[in-house]
């Protein structure tokens, strides 16, 4: 599985916009990245994904960039109940490939009030 | 999003005793769960893949004979660690793919905390 890099840890202030960025330079043309958060003791959350345009839904937008070795997520307004660990993840989308999702470490997201 | 449901939420067993996990989609049918682990403060580890009807695929290091995944039915899938021991206790997270949605996307089940004694 390709590999991504994330920052440990970001601070943000509440409903100023984070941009939390990913770095995989090994990603291949069918993998898509994804994202999830996880909340303290609960389990993983999709947030959004994308394979080559920028994304937009309620939660979060999703910024690849053209060459698709990186990407942001970009929360517009954080909340006090963004404050999670941010996974961001590849996944291979050819048809019958895995569907497994390998979690790296993540980016815990801290949101003062 | 789909709802997948997980029991019991918590558990505390004596060591040497089987514990069974539930893994439940609750408003969807799924052909594929997957069963994670974390240790705190760590990221998630993938155990296993569960296939309805058939059996389950391990990770690399993962014994099959402890950890014992059943997936009967398209909404049910139940994980048994058996002689569970103090070094087992960990946070078990479910995932499920819907039969018939979209592939990207996985739903998670809230975990199960267990801890051997």
């Known amino acids: 599985d390709a590999k991504t890099t994330q920052p440990n840890s970001m601070e943000s202030n509440e409903e100023e916009p984070v941009h939390l960025p990913c770095n995989h330079s090994?990603?291949?043309?069918?993998?898509?990245i994804h994202w999830y958060r996880q909340l303290p003791s609960q389990g993983p959350e999709y947030v959004i994904h994308g394979l080559t345009s920028n994304v937009n839904n309620r939660m979060a937008s999703l910024a690849i960039a053209e060459d698709r070795k990186s990407s942001t997520l970009i929360l517009h307004r954080a909340t006090l109940r963004d404050a999670a660990v941010y996974y961001c993840i590849l996944r291979d989308g050819t048809q019958g490939g895995s569907e497994k999702l390998v979690f790296g470490k993540g980016t815990k997201l801290t949101v003062n009030p | 999003g789909a709802v997948v449901s997980q029991h019991p939420s918590w558990v505390i067993c004596k060591s040497g005793t089987s514990v069974k996990i539930e893994c439940r989609s609750l408003d969807f049918q799924a052909t594929t769960m997957f069963w994670y682990r974390q240790f705190p403060k760590q990221s998630l580890m993938l155990m296993a893949t569960s296939n309805e009807g058939s059996k389950a695929t391990y990770e690399q290091g993962v014994e099959k004979d402890k950890f014992l995944i059943n997936h009967a039915s398209l909404t049910l899938s139940t994980l048994t660690v058996t002689s569970a021991h103090p070094e087992d206790s960990s946070f078990y997270i479910c995932?499920?793919?819907?039969?018939?949605?979209?592939?990207?996307?996985?739903?998670f089940g809230p975990g199960t905390r267990l801890t051997v004694l």
């Open positions: 090994t990603i291949s043309g069918t993998d898509y």
């Open positions: 995932s499920a793919r819907s039969s018939g949605g979209a592939w990207n996307e996985q739903f």
